[in-house]
């Protein structure tokens, strides 16, 4: 690992800590109802939008009507994206004239993008127009992540509260985290962006000239527009020349500054962050990468302000930190290397793995982004997982499998790590033999099924689908490897879209009925077999009553817990899928470099 | 159950109008205004100069690559996009794994090609020459890809290797802010140069 290397990591972390408490700390203001001067320039904007959405903004809602509040609103959201895409031929703003996206990807991206995974199995610049991508496409990328965050503040709450019978109104959580936070953030991030050259026009695409222009062979057409055959029925190729390039161009930077802030990670073009439209600089990719992990990692604080205690929080955000910085150590050491034939052929490796990735990021800031990306559940890329070496692309699928709760999704990832939590208490409770508590409140049997079931239905999700894809007759056509790495890419597909990643192996064919169909039911089980759970508990936290801390309580803020946490996590993750994963990546690196 | 499904959708009506509107067109707005040539995708003309706005000058953009392989010019990454190399209305990475034959089998036609333009050249050869890009539009190369072909162009076009490093230099783009990143040089940038060399060089011999 040469310095250059080292010092791009440790000031990516240390500005993202020193992030962390003044942006939690303004979060905790904004559901608490305190405004700071900036907040009350939004003000009105949240006003307006209660006035004409027919919001009650003081009313409390127990944990069923939170629970329909958000169903009905992701429902909604669903009917839209999908109608919003079937007619996108007949909508404005359609200069490369896209027409109707198939029934099947609608189905699909409509489900990706309202459960916050951003999985695309389309090419954005070759099926989505200006219209879909701004009014379909980044709506949802604003209100999944609100209603991602508006959920951990229900269980927040439920720590928080004493004998309520309340958590707060859905309506209230989404529209602040929408004009407080995602609203502001996105608009300094766009046009930091922007001056760096990420491009945010409503021009039609851009022809040029080319320097120098190429030739290439392709099937010779008749009058009909059908390829001429010669005597052995082969087509008859041609050689043309092309003197022109065309650059996909359009309202990338406004959708771009959310996609990494909400954890969304749908990219305005197919490369994602690689392209250098969509990821200009090295500034620009740093900026990116902040704004990964800046949400995810200010929560810890606002959580732990919340509940009155901000050690707390900072236990949660170590607990984090640890993981991320061991996931990222350990992919950067794997990309260091290449396939070992490379060095015989007299090729200079010594900058490690170049395949699918790009000049100005290097090996370096490739892995970080591939840790970070997947650490937390945002899914952007700014480099090929697919073209990883086998162990650099275990990592980042790994960390998907642990269920994304180091960081995670905004709201979310937290919200699964205190499901962890409360695991971790109650295990350790059953060890010491006395009742598990966390914050003052007993963890009882109800609670622990919640928790079971929000570990648990991702996991399955991941595992069954993998298993029933891997099945299909379509699975020959939809891998581009051969095995054991055609597998990786078939489990990295599940693994990303139940835990509502959306990154990808990305050679995986995923643009067709059957997996378009099996991987937006993943999707769907992975975001609400989580999300309901987890508001069930917040329902049942809120209504227990405060057990003062004794010498007998375990405290949940120390190294030992911390520890404690960690292995809770690792070893949930390792037991289910070390089986998976030693049939793809384990066994490719064997092949690699053993042979 | 029926009144949550109503304000739902007159909440997500009023979020997409200003989310969904509002945002990105006011974003389009300001960005026009403040940063014009970024915005509208880094284009630069033949003179390598900046453009605002594509006025039919354009000889590319300053960001996106484009396939060399001419002697005379210096060449950029291999790109997967299809049908051909650097379509930019197509961007992809070739998503191959390091050990599948297909990747082995073009690094190994990567290299000869590489070999052919520049026999007697043997040097270990750069790894970002012969891996394609993950977008298959990567505008830059490694200051050791680069140093790799000065020889050749300079021999091709008959212009002293000094020359040619001095032109690299100056479309070189350093680590951002001396940390950032690594250090490249814009391709296509380099190229314009060195047209742009090569006839102050002619029109001077003439």
Request: hydrophobic share 45%.
């Amino acid at each position: 690992m040469t310095s250059w290397t080292i010092i791009q990591f440790l000031i990516y972390l240390a500005v993202l800590l020193l992030c962390v408490k003044p942006l939690g700390s303004y979060m905790a203001g904004v559901y608490e109802g305190r405004l700071s001067r900036l907040g009350k320039l939004f003000h009105p904007l949240e006003k307006l939008i209660y006035r004409l959405g027919g919001i009650k903004a003081d009313l409390e809602m127990n944990w069923k009507q939170y629970a329909t509040a958000m169903l009905m609103f992701h429902v909604a959201g669903f009917v839209v994206l999908y109608l919003i895409q079937r007619f996108q031929g007949m909508l404005p703003l359609n200069p490369a004239q896209l027409g109707a996206v198939t029934p099947d990807c609608s189905f699909n991206t409509a489900i990706s993008f309202i459960t916050n995974t951003n999985w695309q199995g389309y090419g954005g610049e070759t099926t989505m127009s200006y219209f879909t991508q701004m009014s379909g496409l980044t709506v949802q990328n604003f209100v999944s992540a609100a209603s991602g965050m508006a959920i951990l503040v229900a269980l927040i709450r439920g720590f928080a509260r004493k004998q309520a019978n309340s958590i707060g109104n859905f309506w209230v959580d989404l529209t602040r985290s929408t004009v407080y936070i995602l609203l502001p953030l996105s608009i300094v991030l766009t046009l930091g962006l922007v001056s760096q050259g990420v491009v945010q026009t409503m021009k039609p695409y851009v022809s040029v000239a080319l320097l120098q222009p190429v030739t290439m062979d392709q099937p010779k057409l008749d009058d009909q527009g059908h390829p001429v055959k010669d005597t052995d029925d082969q087509p008859v190729m041609e050689q043309v020349t092309i003197k022109e390039q065309t650059l996909a161009v359009g309202p990338a930077a406004s959708q771009i500054a959310i996609k990494e802030l909400g954890t969304n990670g749908g990219g305005y073009f197919n490369v994602n962050s690689a392209h250098p439209f969509e990821n200009a600089t090295p500034l620009c990719n740093f900026l990116e990468m902040l704004s990964i992990l800046l949400i995810p990692a200010a929560l810890c604080y606002t959580f732990g302000k919340m509940v009155g205690d901000t050690r707390q929080g900072w236990a949660l955000l170590i607990t984090m930190v640890v993981v991320f910085v061991a996931a990222w150590v350990g992919c950067q050491m794997a990309e260091q290397n290449t396939h070992p034939q490379l060095a015989s052929l007299g090729v200079d490796t010594a900058v490690g793995n170049m395949e699918g990735k790009e000049a100005r990021f290097g090996v370096a800031n490739s892995t970080i982004w591939a840790t970070a990306t997947t650490c937390a559940s945002n899914g952007s890329v700014n480099s090929m997982h697919d073209s990883y070496t086998p162990l650099g692309g275990l990592i980042p699928m790994l960390l998907m499998q642990l269920g994304e709760v180091i960081f995670g999704g905004v709201g979310s990832g937290l919200y699964g790590l205190l499901v962890f939590v409360l695991i971790t208490v109650f295990i350790a409770g059953l060890m010491v033999g006395r009742t598990p508590e966390y914050l003052g409140k007993k963890v009882e049997a109800f609670e622990m099924k919640m928790s079971s079931l929000a570990v648990l239905a991702p996991a399955l999700a991941v595992l069954v689908g993998t298993a029933i894809a891997v099945m299909t007759t379509q699975i020959n056509a939809s891998i581009c490897n051969p095995l054991p790495h055609g597998f990786s890419q078939a489990l990295y597909a599940f693994s990303s879209a139940s835990n509502n990643n959306g990154s990808a192996f990305a050679g995986f064919g995923a643009n067709n009925p059957t997996m378009n169909l099996l991987l937006g039911l993943v999707m769907l089980l992975g975001r609400f077999w989580v999300k309901i759970p987890v508001i069930a508990l917040a329902g049942a936290l809120a209504s227990k009553k405060y057990v003062p801390t004794t010498d007998g309580t375990l405290p949940t803020h120390t190294p030992l817990f911390i520890g404690l946490l960690i292995s809770m996590v690792l070893i949930v993750g390792a037991l289910i899928f070390i089986p998976a994963l030693a049939l793809g990546p384990i066994a490719e690196h064997m092949e690699v470099f053993a042979g | 159950m029926f009144r949550e499904l109503i304000i739902s959708i007159r909440a997500l009506l009023v979020l997409t109008v200003l989310t969904g509107i509002l945002y990105p067109l006011s974003m389009t707005l300001i960005a026009q205004v403040i940063f014009p040539h970024q915005a509208n995708g880094s284009l630069v003309n033949r003179a390598g100069q900046n453009l605002s706005s594509p006025d039919g000058s354009q000889a590319g953009s300053a960001l996106i690559g484009q396939a060399f392989d001419s002697p005379q010019y210096f060449w950029s990454r291999p790109s997967a996009t299809a049908p051909l190399a650097y379509n930019a209305a197509a961007s992809t990475g070739s998503n191959l794994a390091i050990g599948n034959p297909a990747q082995l089998e073009a690094v190994k036609q990567r290299i000869t090609k590489l070999r052919e333009a520049d026999p007697g050249n043997n040097q270990p050869v750069p790894i970002d020459l012969i891996t394609a890009s993950a977008s298959g539009l990567d505008p830059h190369i490694s200051l050791a890809a680069a140093e790799y072909q000065v020889a050749r162009v300079a021999r091709v076009r008959g212009i002293s290797e000094e020359q040619i490093r001095k032109l690299v230099r100056e479309n070189t783009t350093p680590r951002q802010w001396g940390i950032l990143g690594e250090p490249v040089v814009n391709v296509l940038r380099l190229n314009l140069a060195l047209d742009k060399a090569s006839s102050v060089e002619h029109s001077d011999g003439a």
